[in-house]
C-alpha cells in the first residue's frame, strides 16, 4: 500500500521560511522520481519541484531560486526547503512519485503566507 505523508506546514509571513517532509511507504522509494505539487484554492494542484533517483532537480519557474526539493534515501524521506515566500505560495502541498499514483495522496499539509 502506497504512502505518502506530509508534515511541516503552518502560517508564515511574506518573506519568511518553511520547511516540509514527506515520508514515503509502499514504493521502492530509491528508484523514483519524486515530485512536490500544490493547490492553491479554486485551482488545479500543480508540480511545482521535482527530483531524480541521483538528486537532480527541476522547478517550475514561480518557485526556482526559493524553493530546495531533496531527499534521504536511507530513510526514505522528501523535503522541500521553502525561503521567501510570498502570498501566492498559500497552498495545500503534496508529495508524491513525478507520475503521480492516485491512490497515494495524502493529506498534505497547508502552507498559509500572511500577515
Known amino acids: 500500500q502506497v504512502q505518502f505523508v506530509e508534515s511541516g506546514g503552518g502560517l508564515v509571513q511574506p518573506g519568511g521560511s518553511l520547511g516540509l517532509s514527506c515520508a514515503a511507504s509502499?514504493?521502492?522509494?530509491?528508484?523514483?522520481?519524486m515530485g512536490w505539487y500544490r493547490q492553491a484554492p479554486g485551482k488545479q494542484r500543480e508540480l511545482v519541484a521535482r527530483?531524480?533517483?541521483?538528486?537532480?532537480?527541476n522547478y517550475v519557474d514561480s518557485v526556482k531560486g526559493r524553493f530546495t526539493i531533496s531527499r534521504d534515501n536511507t530513510k526514505n524521506i522528501l523535503y522541500l526547503q521553502m525561503n521567501s515566500l510570498k502570498p501566492e505560495d498559500t497552498a495545500v502541498y503534496y508529495c508524491?512519485?513525478?507520475?503521480?499514483?492516485?491512490?497515494?495522496w495524502g493529506q498534505g499539509t497547508q502552507v498559509t503566507v500572511s500577515l
Open positions: 508524491n512519485t513525478d507520475s503521480p499514483i492516485q491512490s497515494g
Open positions: 527530483i531524480t533517483p541521483g538528486g537532480s532537480t
Open positions: 509502499g514504493i521502492i522509494f530509491r528508484f523514483n522520481f
